[in-house]
Protein backbone atom coordinates (compact mmCIF):
# COMPACT_ATOMS: atom_id res chain seq x y z
CA UNK A 1 0.00 0.00 0.00
CA UNK A 2 2.67 2.37 0.74
CA UNK A 3 4.07 1.67 -2.88
CA UNK A 4 1.31 2.81 -4.17
CA UNK A 5 0.85 5.67 -2.35
CA UNK A 6 4.29 7.01 -3.47
CA UNK A 7 4.26 6.57 -6.91
CA UNK A 8 1.27 8.92 -7.26
CA UNK A 9 3.32 11.82 -5.16
CA UNK A 10 6.43 11.39 -6.70
CA UNK A 11 5.06 11.51 -9.72
CA UNK A 12 2.77 14.80 -9.24
CA UNK A 13 5.85 16.41 -7.82
CA UNK A 14 7.46 15.84 -11.10
CA UNK A 15 4.77 17.19 -13.38
CA UNK A 16 4.37 20.06 -10.45
CA UNK A 17 8.50 20.75 -11.58
CA UNK A 18 8.31 21.86 -15.11
CA UNK A 19 4.91 23.68 -13.86
CA UNK A 20 6.76 25.79 -11.27
CA UNK A 21 9.48 26.45 -13.36
CA UNK A 22 7.65 27.91 -15.68
CA UNK A 23 6.04 30.32 -13.58
CA UNK A 24 9.41 31.37 -12.36
CA UNK A 25 10.44 31.88 -16.09
CA UNK A 26 7.29 34.50 -16.55
CA UNK A 27 7.25 36.07 -12.98
CA UNK A 28 11.27 37.65 -13.82
CA UNK A 29 9.68 38.04 -17.56
CA UNK A 30 7.66 40.51 -15.80
CA UNK A 31 10.33 41.68 -13.57
CA UNK A 32 12.44 42.40 -17.13
CA UNK A 33 9.60 43.93 -19.07
CA UNK A 34 8.98 46.48 -15.56
CA UNK A 35 12.84 47.82 -16.35
CA UNK A 36 11.46 49.07 -19.93
CA UNK A 37 9.75 52.34 -18.61
CA UNK A 38 13.14 53.93 -17.05
CA UNK A 39 14.79 52.96 -19.69
CA UNK A 40 12.23 54.59 -22.21
CA UNK A 41 11.74 57.37 -20.54
CA UNK A 42 15.73 57.98 -20.13
CA UNK A 43 15.83 57.24 -23.98
CA UNK A 44 13.41 59.73 -24.61
CA UNK A 45 14.66 62.70 -22.53
CA UNK A 46 18.37 62.10 -24.15
CA UNK A 47 17.07 61.65 -27.87
CA UNK A 48 13.60 62.80 -28.49
CA UNK A 49 12.15 59.74 -29.94
CA UNK A 50 9.16 58.62 -30.28
CA UNK A 51 7.44 55.68 -28.26
CA UNK A 52 6.84 53.60 -31.41
CA UNK A 53 10.44 54.30 -32.90
CA UNK A 54 12.19 53.20 -29.93
CA UNK A 55 9.75 49.80 -29.92
CA UNK A 56 10.75 49.60 -33.46
CA UNK A 57 14.40 50.01 -32.24
CA UNK A 58 13.64 47.07 -29.41
CA UNK A 59 12.57 45.18 -31.84
CA UNK A 60 14.48 45.66 -34.75
CA UNK A 61 17.69 44.94 -32.36
CA UNK A 62 16.25 41.76 -30.54
CA UNK A 63 15.88 40.27 -34.50
CA UNK A 64 19.37 41.25 -35.47
CA UNK A 65 20.90 39.86 -31.92
CA UNK A 66 18.38 36.40 -32.28
CA UNK A 67 19.28 35.84 -36.01
CA UNK A 68 22.92 36.49 -35.35
CA UNK A 69 22.59 33.86 -32.60
CA UNK A 70 20.57 31.37 -34.72
CA UNK A 71 22.91 31.93 -38.14
CA UNK A 72 23.97 28.15 -38.00
CA UNK A 73 20.29 26.84 -37.43
CA UNK A 74 17.92 29.39 -40.23
CA UNK A 75 16.83 25.67 -41.22
CA UNK A 76 15.24 25.36 -38.27
CA UNK A 77 13.27 28.52 -38.98
CA UNK A 78 12.18 27.75 -42.08
CA UNK A 79 11.10 24.39 -40.98
CA UNK A 80 9.35 26.24 -38.05
CA UNK A 81 7.55 28.41 -40.33
CA UNK A 82 6.67 25.52 -42.56
CA UNK A 83 5.12 23.76 -39.76
CA UNK A 84 3.27 26.49 -38.46
CA UNK A 85 3.08 29.70 -40.61
CA UNK A 86 -0.25 31.37 -39.79
CA UNK A 87 0.06 30.93 -35.80
CA UNK A 88 3.94 32.23 -35.96
CA UNK A 89 3.30 35.37 -37.93
CA UNK A 90 0.13 36.01 -36.04
CA UNK A 91 2.45 35.82 -33.32
CA UNK A 92 4.87 38.62 -34.24
CA UNK A 93 2.04 40.53 -36.01
CA UNK A 94 0.65 40.58 -32.72
CA UNK A 95 3.48 41.66 -30.83
CA UNK A 96 4.15 44.57 -33.34
CA UNK A 97 0.29 45.85 -33.34
CA UNK A 98 -0.66 45.67 -29.63
CA UNK A 99 2.72 48.00 -28.68
CA UNK A 100 1.26 50.06 -31.34
CA UNK A 101 -1.91 49.97 -30.18
CA UNK A 102 -0.69 51.07 -26.44
CA UNK A 103 1.66 53.44 -27.58
CA UNK A 104 -1.25 55.50 -29.35
CA UNK A 105 -3.69 55.01 -26.02
CA UNK A 106 -1.18 56.65 -24.32
CA UNK A 107 -0.59 59.76 -26.66
CA UNK A 108 -4.32 59.89 -26.93
CA UNK A 109 -5.59 59.44 -23.42
CA UNK A 110 -2.73 59.42 -21.19
CA UNK A 111 -0.89 56.51 -18.97
CA UNK A 112 -3.57 55.63 -16.64
CA UNK A 113 -6.23 54.54 -19.10
CA UNK A 114 -3.72 52.84 -21.57
CA UNK A 115 -2.13 50.56 -18.76
CA UNK A 116 -5.29 49.66 -16.84
CA UNK A 117 -7.16 48.77 -19.80
CA UNK A 118 -4.92 47.17 -21.92
CA UNK A 119 -2.97 45.02 -19.12
CA UNK A 120 -5.98 44.83 -17.23
CA UNK A 121 -8.17 43.24 -19.79
CA UNK A 122 -5.62 40.59 -21.40
CA UNK A 123 -5.98 38.05 -17.93
CA UNK A 124 -9.43 38.72 -17.87
CA UNK A 125 -10.11 37.88 -21.92
CA UNK A 126 -7.61 35.42 -21.25
CA UNK A 127 -9.34 34.07 -17.94
CA UNK A 128 -12.51 34.04 -19.98
CA UNK A 129 -11.56 32.49 -23.20
CA UNK A 130 -10.11 29.18 -21.06
CA UNK A 131 -13.14 29.35 -19.30
CA UNK A 132 -15.77 28.63 -22.19
CA UNK A 133 -13.15 25.95 -24.01
CA UNK A 134 -12.92 24.48 -20.56
CA UNK A 135 -16.86 24.82 -20.14
CA UNK A 136 -16.45 25.65 -16.55
CA UNK A 137 -15.82 28.73 -14.52
CA UNK A 138 -12.34 29.83 -12.86
CA UNK A 139 -12.58 28.67 -9.28
CA UNK A 140 -12.37 31.09 -6.34
CA UNK A 141 -9.45 31.20 -6.18
CA UNK A 142 -8.38 32.06 -9.84
CA UNK A 143 -10.99 34.76 -9.59
CA UNK A 144 -9.57 36.16 -6.19
CA UNK A 145 -6.25 36.53 -8.07
CA UNK A 146 -7.67 38.35 -11.40
CA UNK A 147 -9.19 40.41 -8.86
CA UNK A 148 -6.94 41.28 -6.84
CA UNK A 149 -4.15 41.90 -9.78
CA UNK A 150 -6.18 44.24 -11.38
CA UNK A 151 -7.26 46.55 -8.73
CA UNK A 152 -3.84 46.42 -7.77
CA UNK A 153 -2.56 47.11 -11.35
CA UNK A 154 -5.55 50.64 -11.40
CA UNK A 155 -3.78 51.89 -8.18
CA UNK A 156 -0.36 51.59 -9.29
CA UNK A 157 -1.23 53.17 -12.50
CA UNK A 158 -3.61 55.43 -11.34
CA UNK A 159 -0.64 56.97 -8.18
CA UNK A 160 2.32 57.05 -11.30
CA UNK A 161 0.57 58.51 -13.92
CA UNK A 162 0.68 62.21 -14.53
CA UNK A 163 -2.25 64.14 -13.46
CA UNK A 164 -1.58 67.04 -16.00
CA UNK A 165 -1.07 64.82 -18.95
CA UNK A 166 -3.81 65.94 -22.02
CA UNK A 167 -5.96 63.20 -22.89
CA UNK A 168 -6.48 65.01 -26.61
CA UNK A 169 -8.66 62.16 -27.73
CA UNK A 170 -9.94 60.09 -25.04
CA UNK A 171 -12.56 57.80 -26.62
CA UNK A 172 -10.03 56.86 -29.30
CA UNK A 173 -7.45 56.54 -26.56
CA UNK A 174 -9.78 53.90 -24.81
CA UNK A 175 -10.69 51.98 -28.18
CA UNK A 176 -6.79 51.68 -28.66
CA UNK A 177 -6.27 50.58 -25.16
CA UNK A 178 -8.82 48.12 -25.47
CA UNK A 179 -7.67 46.65 -28.85
CA UNK A 180 -3.95 46.63 -27.22
CA UNK A 181 -5.31 44.42 -24.18
CA UNK A 182 -7.39 42.10 -26.83
CA UNK A 183 -4.48 41.81 -28.96
CA UNK A 184 -1.94 41.21 -26.03
CA UNK A 185 -4.46 38.57 -24.94
CA UNK A 186 -4.92 36.88 -28.08
CA UNK A 187 -1.60 36.97 -29.11
CA UNK A 188 -0.39 35.31 -25.64
CA UNK A 189 -3.39 32.52 -26.29
CA UNK A 190 -1.93 31.69 -30.02
CA UNK A 191 1.96 31.80 -28.70
CA UNK A 192 1.02 29.40 -25.81
CA UNK A 193 -0.25 27.34 -28.27
CA UNK A 194 2.60 27.61 -30.76
CA UNK A 195 4.85 27.30 -27.78
CA UNK A 196 3.72 23.68 -27.48
CA UNK A 197 5.65 22.23 -30.44
CA UNK A 198 8.65 25.46 -31.95
CA UNK A 199 11.11 25.86 -29.29
CA UNK A 200 11.76 29.25 -27.74
CA UNK A 201 14.40 30.80 -29.17
CA UNK A 202 12.61 30.16 -32.82
CA UNK A 203 9.27 31.45 -31.40
CA UNK A 204 11.47 34.70 -29.97
CA UNK A 205 13.36 34.79 -33.29
CA UNK A 206 10.58 34.65 -35.79
CA UNK A 207 7.93 36.98 -33.35
CA UNK A 208 10.75 40.08 -32.60
CA UNK A 209 11.73 39.71 -37.23
CA UNK A 210 7.60 39.75 -37.66
CA UNK A 211 7.16 42.20 -35.05
CA UNK A 212 9.60 44.90 -36.33
CA UNK A 213 8.81 45.03 -39.63
CA UNK A 214 4.92 45.73 -39.03
CA UNK A 215 6.45 48.79 -36.53
CA UNK A 216 8.88 49.78 -39.26
CA UNK A 217 6.45 52.10 -41.01
CA UNK A 218 5.03 53.68 -38.09
CA UNK A 219 8.64 54.59 -36.89
CA UNK A 220 9.63 55.95 -40.24
CA UNK A 221 6.75 58.45 -40.25
CA UNK A 222 7.80 59.07 -36.52
CA UNK A 223 11.38 59.24 -37.02
CA UNK A 224 13.91 56.60 -36.48
CA UNK A 225 17.22 58.44 -36.51
CA UNK A 226 19.33 58.37 -33.38
CA UNK A 227 22.17 59.84 -32.10
CA UNK A 228 25.54 57.37 -31.34
CA UNK A 229 26.37 57.94 -27.99
CA UNK A 230 27.56 55.70 -25.43
CA UNK A 231 24.22 56.14 -23.55
CA UNK A 232 22.00 56.21 -25.98
CA UNK A 233 23.66 52.61 -27.44
CA UNK A 234 23.35 51.58 -23.95
CA UNK A 235 20.14 52.02 -23.21
CA UNK A 236 19.25 51.15 -26.63
CA UNK A 237 21.07 47.44 -26.47
CA UNK A 238 19.33 46.64 -22.58
CA UNK A 239 15.20 47.73 -24.58
CA UNK A 240 16.12 44.78 -27.10
CA UNK A 241 18.85 42.38 -25.66
CA UNK A 242 17.04 41.97 -22.16
CA UNK A 243 13.86 43.53 -21.92
CA UNK A 244 12.86 41.95 -25.81
CA UNK A 245 15.33 38.85 -26.59
CA UNK A 246 15.58 37.53 -22.97
CA UNK A 247 12.06 38.53 -21.68
CA UNK A 248 10.63 37.30 -24.62
CA UNK A 249 12.63 33.64 -24.98
CA UNK A 250 11.73 33.29 -20.96
CA UNK A 251 8.10 34.47 -21.67
CA UNK A 252 7.51 31.32 -24.20
CA UNK A 253 9.30 28.99 -22.84
CA UNK A 254 7.10 29.63 -19.33
CA UNK A 255 4.11 29.51 -21.21
CA UNK A 256 4.62 25.63 -22.62
CA UNK A 257 3.49 25.20 -18.55
CA UNK A 258 1.35 27.77 -17.98
CA UNK A 259 -2.00 29.11 -19.23
CA UNK A 260 -2.42 32.25 -20.80
CA UNK A 261 -4.55 33.40 -18.15
CA UNK A 262 -2.20 32.88 -15.33
CA UNK A 263 0.63 34.38 -17.39
CA UNK A 264 -0.74 37.57 -17.95
CA UNK A 265 -1.42 37.91 -14.15
CA UNK A 266 2.17 37.43 -13.06
CA UNK A 267 3.37 39.69 -16.02
CA UNK A 268 1.43 42.60 -14.12
CA UNK A 269 4.70 42.47 -12.14
CA UNK A 270 5.71 44.81 -14.90
CA UNK A 271 3.80 48.09 -13.79
CA UNK A 272 4.43 47.23 -9.97
CA UNK A 273 8.79 46.63 -11.18
CA UNK A 274 8.92 49.94 -13.21
CA UNK A 275 7.21 52.26 -9.78
CA UNK A 276 9.88 51.10 -7.69
CA UNK A 277 12.80 51.62 -10.22
CA UNK A 278 11.31 55.30 -10.64
CA UNK A 279 10.91 55.78 -6.96
CA UNK A 280 14.51 53.98 -6.62
CA UNK A 281 16.82 55.41 -9.60
CA UNK A 282 14.49 59.09 -10.33
CA UNK A 283 13.07 59.59 -6.79
CA UNK A 284 10.17 59.69 -7.50
CA UNK A 285 7.55 59.70 -4.43
CA UNK A 286 6.00 56.73 -3.63
CA UNK A 287 2.03 56.66 -2.57
CA UNK A 288 -0.07 55.07 -0.29
CA UNK A 289 -2.04 53.40 -3.26
CA UNK A 290 1.38 52.30 -4.77
CA UNK A 291 2.02 50.38 -1.73
CA UNK A 292 -1.24 49.09 -1.69
CA UNK A 293 -1.25 47.99 -5.58
CA UNK A 294 2.02 46.36 -5.12
CA UNK A 295 0.54 44.46 -1.94
CA UNK A 296 -2.35 43.41 -3.86
CA UNK A 297 0.23 42.09 -7.13
CA UNK A 298 2.15 40.39 -4.67
CA UNK A 299 -0.32 38.67 -3.37
CA UNK A 300 -2.10 37.75 -6.55
CA UNK A 301 1.64 36.23 -8.06
CA UNK A 302 2.10 34.58 -4.16
CA UNK A 303 -1.55 33.06 -4.57
CA UNK A 304 -0.57 31.69 -8.27
CA UNK A 305 2.44 30.01 -6.58
CA UNK A 306 0.16 28.22 -4.22
CA UNK A 307 -1.72 26.23 -7.14
CA UNK A 308 1.14 25.68 -9.44
CA UNK A 309 -1.06 23.57 -11.37
CA UNK A 310 -4.20 25.50 -12.36
CA UNK A 311 -7.22 24.08 -14.59
CA UNK A 312 -5.41 23.98 -18.15
CA UNK A 313 -7.67 24.16 -20.88
Known sequence: MSLTRTVPSAASAT???PARTGLIQ?????VLWGTTGVAVQLLRDSTGLSPVSIGFHRLAIAAL??????VGRLGTLRSALRAAPVPLLLTGLGLGLYQALYFAAVAWSGVSVA?????????????????VRA???????????????VVGLALITGATADPSAAAPAPLFGLLAAAGSGL??????LISRNVSQHTAPMTLTTISTVVGALTLAPFAVVAGVGVPVRLDTVTLLLHLGVVTTALAYALFYAGLRTTPGSVAAVLTLLEPLTAAALAVALLHEPLPLPVIVGGVLLLTAVAATYLAPRPDNP
Open 15 to 17: AAS
Open 26 to 30: ITVTG
Open 65 to 70: VLLLCT
Open 115 to 131: TVVSLGLAPVLAAAWES
Open 135 to 149: RRLPGPLRLGTLVAA
Open 183 to 188: GYAVTT
